[in-house]
Protein backbone atom coordinates (compact mmCIF):
# COMPACT_ATOMS: atom_id res chain seq x y z
CA UNK A 1 0.00 0.00 0.00
CA UNK A 2 1.10 3.14 -0.99
CA UNK A 3 1.23 5.74 1.71
CA UNK A 4 0.38 8.66 -0.88
CA UNK A 5 -3.62 8.67 -1.56
CA UNK A 6 -6.16 11.22 -2.59
CA UNK A 7 -8.14 10.02 0.33
CA UNK A 8 -7.68 11.40 3.92
CA UNK A 9 -5.20 10.39 6.13
CA UNK A 10 -4.85 10.00 9.75
CA UNK A 11 -2.11 9.11 12.48
CA UNK A 12 -2.57 7.26 16.01
CA UNK A 13 -1.13 8.60 18.60
CA UNK A 14 -1.48 5.87 22.27
CA UNK A 15 -0.42 7.64 25.49
CA UNK A 16 0.48 5.80 28.49
CA UNK A 17 3.51 4.11 30.81
CA UNK A 18 1.60 1.29 30.94
CA UNK A 19 2.02 0.00 27.27
CA UNK A 20 5.55 0.85 26.86
CA UNK A 21 6.12 -1.40 30.03
CA UNK A 22 3.77 -4.16 28.88
CA UNK A 23 1.73 -4.15 31.39
CA UNK A 24 -1.37 -3.55 29.26
CA UNK A 25 -1.83 -4.93 25.58
CA UNK A 26 -2.97 -2.38 23.38
CA UNK A 27 -6.50 -3.13 21.58
CA UNK A 28 -7.13 0.74 20.48
CA UNK A 29 -4.88 0.37 17.57
CA UNK A 30 -6.86 -1.91 16.09
CA UNK A 31 -10.31 -0.93 17.02
CA UNK A 32 -8.86 2.50 15.44
CA UNK A 33 -7.34 0.99 12.48
CA UNK A 34 -11.03 -1.22 11.43
CA UNK A 35 -12.97 2.16 12.54
CA UNK A 36 -10.89 3.83 9.88
CA UNK A 37 -11.25 1.41 7.48
CA UNK A 38 -14.53 1.69 7.70
CA UNK A 39 -14.66 5.41 6.73
CA UNK A 40 -12.46 5.11 3.75
CA UNK A 41 -9.59 7.17 5.53
CA UNK A 42 -5.53 6.34 5.94
CA UNK A 43 -4.30 5.04 8.82
CA UNK A 44 -0.53 6.28 7.86
CA UNK A 45 1.11 5.69 11.37
CA UNK A 46 0.93 4.53 15.15
CA UNK A 47 3.09 6.00 17.82
CA UNK A 48 3.29 4.82 21.04
CA UNK A 49 4.61 7.13 23.91
CA UNK A 50 4.82 7.57 27.33
CA UNK A 51 3.26 9.96 30.01
CA UNK A 52 5.69 12.53 28.92
CA UNK A 53 4.93 15.95 27.92
CA UNK A 54 7.95 16.88 26.26
CA UNK A 55 6.95 13.87 23.72
CA UNK A 56 3.33 14.16 23.90
CA UNK A 57 3.94 17.83 22.69
CA UNK A 58 6.76 17.17 20.36
CA UNK A 59 4.75 13.68 18.56
CA UNK A 60 1.13 16.05 18.02
CA UNK A 61 3.07 19.01 16.54
CA UNK A 62 4.84 16.48 13.97
CA UNK A 63 1.67 14.73 13.03
CA UNK A 64 -0.63 17.11 12.95
CA UNK A 65 0.92 19.14 9.79
CA UNK A 66 1.49 15.31 8.41
CA UNK A 67 -1.71 14.10 8.15
CA UNK A 68 -5.65 15.14 7.97
CA UNK A 69 -6.88 13.56 11.56
CA UNK A 70 -4.47 12.75 14.87
CA UNK A 71 -6.72 10.33 17.12
CA UNK A 72 -4.93 10.15 20.63
CA UNK A 73 -5.88 7.85 23.41
CA UNK A 74 -4.88 7.66 27.21
CA UNK A 75 -3.98 10.52 29.81
CA UNK A 76 -7.43 12.68 29.69
CA UNK A 77 -8.28 10.95 33.98
CA UNK A 78 -8.31 12.25 37.21
CA UNK A 79 -4.84 12.17 38.25
CA UNK A 80 -0.88 13.40 38.34
CA UNK A 81 -0.17 11.50 35.45
CA UNK A 82 -3.37 12.65 33.49
CA UNK A 83 -1.45 15.29 31.33
CA UNK A 84 -2.59 14.66 27.92
CA UNK A 85 -5.02 18.08 27.36
CA UNK A 86 -2.72 19.91 28.83
CA UNK A 87 0.31 18.64 26.59
CA UNK A 88 -2.58 19.55 23.60
CA UNK A 89 -2.78 23.19 24.85
CA UNK A 90 0.65 23.11 24.69
CA UNK A 91 0.88 22.03 21.36
CA UNK A 92 -1.41 24.58 19.77
CA UNK A 93 -0.24 27.10 22.11
CA UNK A 94 -3.28 27.54 23.87
CA UNK A 95 -4.73 27.96 27.11
CA UNK A 96 -6.35 25.35 29.33
CA UNK A 97 -9.14 26.27 31.85
CA UNK A 98 -12.27 24.35 33.11
CA UNK A 99 -14.81 24.67 31.43
CA UNK A 100 -19.10 24.91 32.22
CA UNK A 101 -20.24 22.43 29.87
CA UNK A 102 -17.64 19.94 30.73
CA UNK A 103 -17.99 20.51 34.33
CA UNK A 104 -22.12 20.11 33.96
CA UNK A 105 -21.52 16.87 31.76
CA UNK A 106 -19.39 15.34 35.01
CA UNK A 107 -21.79 16.80 37.74
CA UNK A 108 -24.61 15.12 35.87
CA UNK A 109 -22.84 11.85 36.46
CA UNK A 110 -23.11 12.35 40.32
CA UNK A 111 -26.94 13.37 39.72
CA UNK A 112 -26.04 17.48 40.08
CA UNK A 113 -24.40 16.87 43.49
CA UNK A 114 -21.33 19.12 43.58
CA UNK A 115 -19.91 17.58 46.67
CA UNK A 116 -19.51 14.42 45.29
CA UNK A 117 -17.01 15.90 42.40
CA UNK A 118 -13.68 16.28 44.43
CA UNK A 119 -11.29 18.59 42.62
CA UNK A 120 -8.86 15.35 41.14
CA UNK A 121 -12.32 14.81 39.09
CA UNK A 122 -13.24 18.09 38.16
CA UNK A 123 -9.69 18.13 36.34
CA UNK A 124 -11.32 16.47 33.51
CA UNK A 125 -13.32 19.47 32.79
CA UNK A 126 -10.24 21.39 32.07
CA UNK A 127 -10.33 21.75 27.87
CA UNK A 128 -7.75 23.65 25.72
CA UNK A 129 -9.15 26.87 24.78
CA UNK A 130 -11.46 26.63 20.93
CA UNK A 131 -11.95 23.06 21.79
CA UNK A 132 -15.17 20.92 21.02
CA UNK A 133 -16.51 18.00 23.68
CA UNK A 134 -16.21 14.65 22.36
CA UNK A 135 -19.11 12.89 24.20
CA UNK A 136 -18.36 9.29 26.38
CA UNK A 137 -21.61 7.83 26.66
CA UNK A 138 -19.88 5.39 28.86
CA UNK A 139 -18.26 6.82 31.59
CA UNK A 140 -19.50 10.67 31.10
CA UNK A 141 -16.14 12.52 31.55
CA UNK A 142 -15.79 13.97 27.55
CA UNK A 143 -13.04 13.78 25.47
CA UNK A 144 -12.46 16.72 23.32
CA UNK A 145 -11.44 18.24 19.65
CA UNK A 146 -9.36 20.52 18.49
CA UNK A 147 -8.64 21.45 14.97
CA UNK A 148 -7.42 18.45 13.35
CA UNK A 149 -6.73 16.69 16.69
CA UNK A 150 -9.07 14.12 18.45
CA UNK A 151 -8.24 13.60 22.22
CA UNK A 152 -10.22 10.20 23.33
CA UNK A 153 -9.53 8.07 26.43
CA UNK A 154 -7.36 4.90 27.01
CA UNK A 155 -9.84 2.51 28.45
CA UNK A 156 -11.23 0.71 25.17
CA UNK A 157 -14.83 0.66 26.11
CA UNK A 158 -14.68 4.25 26.25
CA UNK A 159 -12.58 5.05 23.66
CA UNK A 160 -14.76 2.92 21.38
CA UNK A 161 -17.60 4.74 22.76
CA UNK A 162 -16.62 8.26 21.63
CA UNK A 163 -16.05 7.26 18.30
CA UNK A 164 -19.90 8.05 17.85
CA UNK A 165 -19.50 11.58 18.41
CA UNK A 166 -16.42 11.34 16.36
CA UNK A 167 -17.58 9.64 13.46
CA UNK A 168 -19.71 12.40 11.49
CA UNK A 169 -16.53 14.76 12.13
CA UNK A 170 -14.63 12.80 9.78
CA UNK A 171 -14.46 13.55 5.89
CA UNK A 172 -15.40 10.33 4.54
CA UNK A 173 -12.79 8.40 1.75
CA UNK A 174 -13.07 5.58 -0.44
CA UNK A 175 -13.51 2.28 1.23
CA UNK A 176 -10.63 -0.15 1.21
CA UNK A 177 -12.31 -3.66 0.01
CA UNK A 178 -10.63 -6.71 0.84
CA UNK A 179 -11.50 -10.60 -0.67
CA UNK A 180 -9.13 -13.39 1.18
CA UNK A 181 -7.93 -16.49 0.10
CA UNK A 182 -7.12 -19.33 2.87
CA UNK A 183 -4.54 -21.70 1.04
CA UNK A 184 -4.09 -24.97 3.68
CA UNK A 185 -0.53 -26.37 3.50
CA UNK A 186 0.52 -24.01 0.74
CA UNK A 187 3.74 -22.71 1.95
CA UNK A 188 3.72 -18.51 1.68
CA UNK A 189 6.76 -18.94 -1.49
CA UNK A 190 5.29 -21.17 -3.42
CA UNK A 191 2.04 -18.51 -3.84
CA UNK A 192 4.85 -15.85 -4.33
CA UNK A 193 5.15 -15.79 -7.79
CA UNK A 194 1.72 -15.65 -8.91
CA UNK A 195 1.10 -12.27 -5.98
CA UNK A 196 4.27 -10.81 -7.21
CA UNK A 197 2.80 -11.32 -10.65
CA UNK A 198 -0.99 -9.80 -10.28
CA UNK A 199 1.26 -6.78 -7.82
CA UNK A 200 2.74 -5.72 -11.10
CA UNK A 201 -0.50 -6.10 -12.93
CA UNK A 202 -2.53 -3.94 -10.88
CA UNK A 203 -0.52 -1.11 -9.01
CA UNK A 204 -3.38 0.40 -7.41
CA UNK A 205 -4.48 -2.89 -5.47
CA UNK A 206 -2.41 -4.05 -2.24
CA UNK A 207 -1.33 -7.34 -2.27
CA UNK A 208 -0.37 -9.18 1.06
CA UNK A 209 0.63 -13.01 1.74
CA UNK A 210 0.36 -13.77 5.50
CA UNK A 211 1.32 -17.20 6.98
CA UNK A 212 -0.61 -18.97 9.58
CA UNK A 213 0.15 -21.94 11.89
CA UNK A 214 2.64 -24.21 12.45
CA UNK A 215 4.86 -25.56 10.06
CA UNK A 216 5.05 -28.51 8.52
CA UNK A 217 2.19 -30.17 10.72
CA UNK A 218 -0.86 -27.69 10.39
CA UNK A 219 -0.25 -24.56 8.20
CA UNK A 220 -0.61 -22.37 5.23
CA UNK A 221 -1.11 -19.01 3.92
CA UNK A 222 -3.68 -16.41 3.53
CA UNK A 223 -3.25 -14.48 0.95
CA UNK A 224 -5.24 -10.93 0.60
CA UNK A 225 -5.77 -8.66 -1.74
CA UNK A 226 -6.94 -4.90 -1.43
CA UNK A 227 -8.22 -2.09 -2.94
CA UNK A 228 -10.56 0.76 -3.36
CA UNK A 229 -11.40 0.12 -7.67
CA UNK A 230 -13.86 -2.55 -6.99
CA UNK A 231 -13.63 -3.26 -10.48
CA UNK A 232 -9.88 -4.17 -10.85
CA UNK A 233 -10.09 -5.99 -7.18
CA UNK A 234 -12.84 -7.90 -8.64
CA UNK A 235 -10.79 -9.08 -11.89
CA UNK A 236 -7.13 -9.59 -9.81
CA UNK A 237 -9.33 -11.74 -6.98
CA UNK A 238 -10.18 -14.11 -10.80
CA UNK A 239 -6.58 -14.03 -11.46
CA UNK A 240 -5.49 -15.31 -8.23
CA UNK A 241 -8.46 -17.71 -7.91
CA UNK A 242 -7.34 -18.81 -11.61
CA UNK A 243 -3.82 -19.29 -10.75
CA UNK A 244 -4.13 -21.43 -7.28
CA UNK A 245 -4.50 -24.98 -8.80
CA UNK A 246 -1.33 -24.74 -10.59
CA UNK A 247 0.01 -23.46 -7.30
CA UNK A 248 -2.09 -26.02 -5.10
CA UNK A 249 -0.87 -28.88 -7.55
CA UNK A 250 2.67 -28.05 -6.78
CA UNK A 251 2.14 -27.91 -3.08
CA UNK A 252 1.24 -31.90 -2.77
CA UNK A 253 4.19 -32.60 -3.82
CA UNK A 254 5.51 -32.09 -0.72
CA UNK A 255 1.69 -31.94 1.24
CA UNK A 256 -0.98 -34.04 -0.27
CA UNK A 257 -3.44 -32.31 1.80
CA UNK A 258 -2.80 -28.82 0.30
CA UNK A 259 -6.10 -27.04 -0.71
CA UNK A 260 -7.20 -23.59 -1.28
CA UNK A 261 -10.81 -21.72 -0.34
CA UNK A 262 -11.87 -18.45 -0.27
CA UNK A 263 -13.24 -16.78 3.12
CA UNK A 264 -14.31 -13.77 4.46
CA UNK A 265 -12.69 -11.65 6.20
CA UNK A 266 -13.30 -8.60 8.69
CA UNK A 267 -11.00 -6.38 6.56
CA UNK B 1 8.20 8.26 33.74
CA UNK B 2 11.11 10.61 32.14
CA UNK B 3 12.56 9.76 28.84
CA UNK B 4 15.72 10.87 30.02
CA UNK B 5 17.48 7.34 31.55
CA UNK B 6 20.55 6.15 32.14
CA UNK B 7 19.49 2.83 31.09
CA UNK B 8 19.90 1.63 27.59
CA UNK B 9 17.01 3.22 25.29
CA UNK B 10 14.89 1.39 22.62
CA UNK B 11 12.71 1.62 19.81
CA UNK B 12 10.31 -0.64 18.50
CA UNK B 13 8.84 -0.62 14.58
CA UNK B 14 5.59 -2.65 13.76
CA UNK B 15 5.84 -2.66 9.88
CA UNK B 16 2.89 -4.12 7.88
CA UNK B 17 -0.01 -2.83 6.46
CA UNK B 18 -1.78 -5.79 8.33
CA UNK B 19 -1.86 -3.44 11.55
CA UNK B 20 -2.72 -0.42 10.03
CA UNK B 21 -5.89 -2.04 8.35
CA UNK B 22 -7.29 -3.42 11.57
CA UNK B 23 -7.07 -7.30 9.87
CA UNK B 24 -4.33 -8.21 13.00
CA UNK B 25 -3.85 -7.32 16.05
CA UNK B 26 -0.43 -6.69 17.17
CA UNK B 27 1.09 -8.72 20.18
CA UNK B 28 4.40 -8.33 18.98
CA UNK B 29 4.77 -4.71 20.95
CA UNK B 30 3.75 -6.43 23.98
CA UNK B 31 6.19 -9.23 24.03
CA UNK B 32 9.23 -6.77 23.28
CA UNK B 33 7.84 -4.59 25.94
CA UNK B 34 8.16 -7.17 28.51
CA UNK B 35 11.11 -8.74 27.66
CA UNK B 36 12.76 -5.27 27.06
CA UNK B 37 11.73 -4.89 30.97
CA UNK B 38 13.01 -7.71 32.43
CA UNK B 39 16.46 -6.73 30.51
CA UNK B 40 16.33 -3.28 32.34
CA UNK B 41 15.92 -1.64 28.93
CA UNK B 42 13.95 1.45 28.44
CA UNK B 43 11.29 1.34 25.44
CA UNK B 44 10.86 4.50 24.51
CA UNK B 45 8.60 4.30 21.65
CA UNK B 46 6.67 2.24 19.25
CA UNK B 47 5.88 3.26 15.67
CA UNK B 48 3.51 0.92 13.60
CA UNK B 49 4.33 1.80 9.84
CA UNK B 50 2.92 0.40 5.84
CA UNK B 51 5.27 -1.88 4.33
CA UNK B 52 6.34 1.50 2.51
CA UNK B 53 9.89 2.16 1.33
CA UNK B 54 10.07 5.54 2.01
CA UNK B 55 8.22 5.35 5.65
CA UNK B 56 10.74 2.38 6.19
CA UNK B 57 14.01 3.96 5.71
CA UNK B 58 12.96 7.44 7.35
CA UNK B 59 11.47 5.42 10.19
CA UNK B 60 14.79 3.35 10.91
CA UNK B 61 17.08 6.15 10.36
CA UNK B 62 15.34 8.45 12.43
CA UNK B 63 15.11 6.09 15.52
CA UNK B 64 17.96 4.19 15.18
CA UNK B 65 20.30 7.91 15.97
CA UNK B 66 18.07 8.47 18.32
CA UNK B 67 17.75 5.46 20.62
CA UNK B 68 20.46 2.78 21.93
CA UNK B 69 18.51 0.10 20.35
CA UNK B 70 15.86 -0.20 17.88
CA UNK B 71 13.62 -3.83 16.92
CA UNK B 72 11.68 -4.28 14.04
CA UNK B 73 9.04 -6.84 13.34
CA UNK B 74 7.95 -8.00 9.44
CA UNK B 75 8.62 -8.26 6.02
CA UNK B 76 10.97 -10.36 5.71
CA UNK B 77 9.64 -12.99 4.10
CA UNK B 78 9.41 -14.85 0.77
CA UNK B 79 6.52 -12.55 -1.16
CA UNK B 80 6.87 -8.86 -3.17
CA UNK B 81 5.53 -7.42 0.15
CA UNK B 82 8.32 -8.20 2.04
CA UNK B 83 10.92 -5.01 1.68
CA UNK B 84 11.92 -4.85 5.27
CA UNK B 85 15.53 -5.90 4.55
CA UNK B 86 15.96 -4.29 1.13
CA UNK B 87 15.03 -1.08 3.22
CA UNK B 88 17.72 -1.87 6.33
CA UNK B 89 20.33 -2.11 3.44
CA UNK B 90 19.09 1.49 2.17
CA UNK B 91 19.00 3.13 5.29
CA UNK B 92 22.46 2.30 6.26
CA UNK B 93 24.07 2.77 2.75
CA UNK B 94 25.33 -0.70 2.46
CA UNK B 95 24.56 -3.48 -0.16
CA UNK B 96 22.35 -6.83 0.12
CA UNK B 97 22.96 -10.00 -0.99
CA UNK B 98 22.30 -13.63 -0.41
CA UNK B 99 24.82 -15.14 1.99
CA UNK B 100 25.82 -18.63 2.34
CA UNK B 101 25.41 -18.69 6.16
CA UNK B 102 21.64 -17.82 5.72
CA UNK B 103 21.46 -19.80 2.68
CA UNK B 104 22.45 -23.05 4.29
CA UNK B 105 19.77 -22.41 7.18
CA UNK B 106 17.26 -22.49 5.04
CA UNK B 107 18.71 -25.37 3.03
CA UNK B 108 18.80 -27.52 6.11
CA UNK B 109 15.08 -26.94 6.82
CA UNK B 110 14.63 -28.33 3.62
CA UNK B 111 16.98 -31.46 4.54
CA UNK B 112 19.47 -30.40 2.04
CA UNK B 113 17.55 -30.70 -0.71
CA UNK B 114 18.14 -27.61 -2.97
CA UNK B 115 15.22 -28.37 -5.28
CA UNK B 116 12.76 -27.96 -2.93
CA UNK B 117 14.23 -24.64 -2.14
CA UNK B 118 12.59 -22.00 -4.92
CA UNK B 119 13.63 -18.46 -5.74
CA UNK B 120 10.66 -16.40 -3.16
CA UNK B 121 12.47 -19.18 -0.35
CA UNK B 122 15.91 -17.88 -1.12
CA UNK B 123 14.99 -14.04 -0.99
CA UNK B 124 14.83 -14.91 2.89
CA UNK B 125 18.84 -14.86 2.84
CA UNK B 126 19.32 -11.71 1.27
CA UNK B 127 21.50 -10.05 4.25
CA UNK B 128 22.49 -6.50 4.23
CA UNK B 129 26.74 -6.23 4.11
CA UNK B 130 28.20 -6.22 7.56
CA UNK B 131 25.01 -8.24 9.17
CA UNK B 132 24.86 -10.39 11.61
CA UNK B 133 22.07 -13.59 11.49
CA UNK B 134 19.51 -13.76 14.10
CA UNK B 135 18.86 -17.55 14.76
CA UNK B 136 15.16 -18.32 14.12
CA UNK B 137 14.45 -21.93 15.74
CA UNK B 138 10.90 -21.64 14.92
CA UNK B 139 10.61 -21.96 11.37
CA UNK B 140 14.52 -21.42 10.24
CA UNK B 141 14.71 -18.20 7.67
CA UNK B 142 16.76 -15.67 10.11
CA UNK B 143 16.61 -12.07 11.14
CA UNK B 144 19.67 -10.35 11.21
CA UNK B 145 21.37 -7.75 13.48
CA UNK B 146 22.96 -4.14 11.65
CA UNK B 147 24.47 -1.82 14.24
CA UNK B 148 21.83 -1.18 16.69
CA UNK B 149 19.44 -2.54 14.38
CA UNK B 150 17.47 -5.64 15.42
CA UNK B 151 15.43 -7.39 12.46
CA UNK B 152 12.85 -9.93 13.43
CA UNK B 153 9.92 -11.60 12.07
CA UNK B 154 6.51 -10.78 12.32
CA UNK B 155 4.52 -13.74 13.15
CA UNK B 156 4.29 -13.43 17.32
CA UNK B 157 5.52 -16.95 17.69
CA UNK B 158 9.04 -16.89 15.17
CA UNK B 159 9.22 -13.23 16.86
CA UNK B 160 9.50 -14.59 20.41
CA UNK B 161 11.65 -17.50 19.55
CA UNK B 162 14.00 -15.03 18.14
CA UNK B 163 14.66 -13.13 21.09
CA UNK B 164 16.97 -16.13 22.49
CA UNK B 165 19.71 -15.33 20.51
CA UNK B 166 18.87 -11.18 20.65
CA UNK B 167 19.02 -11.09 24.77
CA UNK B 168 23.13 -11.73 24.83
CA UNK B 169 24.14 -8.89 22.54
CA UNK B 170 21.91 -6.36 25.12
CA UNK B 171 23.61 -4.06 27.77
CA UNK B 172 21.52 -4.24 30.37
CA UNK B 173 20.25 -1.90 32.77
CA UNK B 174 18.38 -1.83 36.08
CA UNK B 175 15.58 -3.54 35.91
CA UNK B 176 12.07 -1.72 36.67
CA UNK B 177 10.02 -3.59 39.24
CA UNK B 178 6.43 -2.91 40.11
CA UNK B 179 4.26 -3.34 42.93
CA UNK B 180 0.26 -2.69 42.40
CA UNK B 181 -2.65 -2.45 44.64
CA UNK B 182 -6.02 -3.13 43.66
CA UNK B 183 -9.08 -0.91 45.08
CA UNK B 184 -12.39 -2.05 44.03
CA UNK B 185 -14.92 0.60 44.23
CA UNK B 186 -12.68 2.84 44.81
CA UNK B 187 -13.10 5.79 42.16
CA UNK B 188 -9.44 6.59 40.36
CA UNK B 189 -10.35 10.32 41.36
CA UNK B 190 -10.54 9.73 44.89
CA UNK B 191 -7.05 8.18 45.01
CA UNK B 192 -5.20 11.32 42.90
CA UNK B 193 -4.49 12.69 46.11
CA UNK B 194 -2.42 10.27 47.47
CA UNK B 195 -1.00 9.34 44.21
CA UNK B 196 0.25 13.44 43.83
CA UNK B 197 1.55 13.29 46.89
CA UNK B 198 3.97 10.28 46.65
CA UNK B 199 4.79 11.28 42.61
CA UNK B 200 5.91 14.79 44.15
CA UNK B 201 7.86 13.48 46.87
CA UNK B 202 9.76 10.01 44.55
CA UNK B 203 10.44 11.97 42.23
CA UNK B 204 12.57 8.72 40.34
CA UNK B 205 9.76 6.34 41.22
CA UNK B 206 6.78 6.16 38.17
CA UNK B 207 3.63 6.01 39.84
CA UNK B 208 0.14 5.13 37.84
CA UNK B 209 -3.33 4.80 38.27
CA UNK B 210 -5.52 2.55 35.86
CA UNK B 211 -9.16 1.96 36.28
CA UNK B 212 -11.00 -1.16 35.71
CA UNK B 213 -14.71 -3.19 35.26
CA UNK B 214 -17.67 -1.14 34.81
CA UNK B 215 -19.18 2.12 36.48
CA UNK B 216 -21.09 1.88 39.28
CA UNK B 217 -21.72 -1.77 39.11
CA UNK B 218 -18.31 -3.48 39.34
CA UNK B 219 -15.37 -1.15 39.23
CA UNK B 220 -12.27 0.40 40.52
CA UNK B 221 -8.77 1.65 40.49
CA UNK B 222 -5.27 -0.49 40.18
CA UNK B 223 -2.52 1.77 41.55
CA UNK B 224 1.08 0.93 40.16
CA UNK B 225 4.44 1.72 41.47
CA UNK B 226 7.06 1.53 39.31
CA UNK B 227 10.80 1.88 39.93
CA UNK B 228 14.66 0.94 40.01
CA UNK B 229 15.45 2.40 43.48
CA UNK B 230 14.16 -0.95 45.65
CA UNK B 231 14.12 0.72 48.59
CA UNK B 232 12.19 4.20 47.35
CA UNK B 233 9.85 1.87 45.92
CA UNK B 234 9.08 -0.25 49.17
CA UNK B 235 9.31 2.95 51.07
CA UNK B 236 6.47 4.81 48.91
CA UNK B 237 4.49 1.33 48.62
CA UNK B 238 4.24 1.24 52.23
CA UNK B 239 2.96 5.08 52.34
CA UNK B 240 0.46 4.09 49.45
CA UNK B 241 -0.83 0.99 52.15
CA UNK B 242 -0.79 3.52 54.87
CA UNK B 243 -3.10 6.06 52.71
CA UNK B 244 -5.34 3.72 51.76
CA UNK B 245 -7.82 2.88 54.43
CA UNK B 246 -8.55 6.67 54.77
CA UNK B 247 -9.58 6.66 51.02
CA UNK B 248 -11.33 3.56 50.98
CA UNK B 249 -13.20 5.03 53.78
CA UNK B 250 -14.20 7.85 51.84
CA UNK B 251 -15.36 5.37 49.09
CA UNK B 252 -17.51 3.75 51.52
CA UNK B 253 -19.74 6.97 51.89
CA UNK B 254 -21.31 6.01 48.29
CA UNK B 255 -19.71 2.05 47.77
CA UNK B 256 -19.93 0.22 51.02
CA UNK B 257 -18.04 -2.92 49.56
CA UNK B 258 -15.08 -0.56 48.87
CA UNK B 259 -11.95 -2.35 49.58
CA UNK B 260 -7.89 -2.81 48.53
CA UNK B 261 -5.81 -5.55 48.35
CA UNK B 262 -1.73 -6.07 47.00
CA UNK B 263 -1.80 -8.10 43.94
CA UNK B 264 1.01 -9.07 42.17
CA UNK B 265 1.39 -8.31 38.83
CA UNK B 266 3.96 -9.34 35.79
CA UNK B 267 5.37 -6.04 35.44
Redesign the interface.
Known sequence: ???NTENPTAAVV?IG???????????N??T???F??SLGID??????????A??IVRTLNELRSAVDYVFTTGGI?????DITADCVAQAFGVTIAEREDALKILLDRYGGDAR?L?P??RRMARIPEGASLILNPV?GAPGFQIENVFVMAG?P?IMAGMLNDVAPRLRQGQQ?K?RTVKATFV???????I??AL?KKYADL??????FG??PEEFGTQL?I?GRNREALDEAFQALLDGLPAVVEKARE?FPDARFEEIV???
Not at 77 to 81: I, K, R, S, V, Y
Not at 187 to 193: F, M, Q
Open positions: MTVIDEILSGRTQDTVNLAKLGLIEVRMIHDDPQGPTHDLNNSSVRVAPESLAADLTDSLGSYPIFVRRTQD
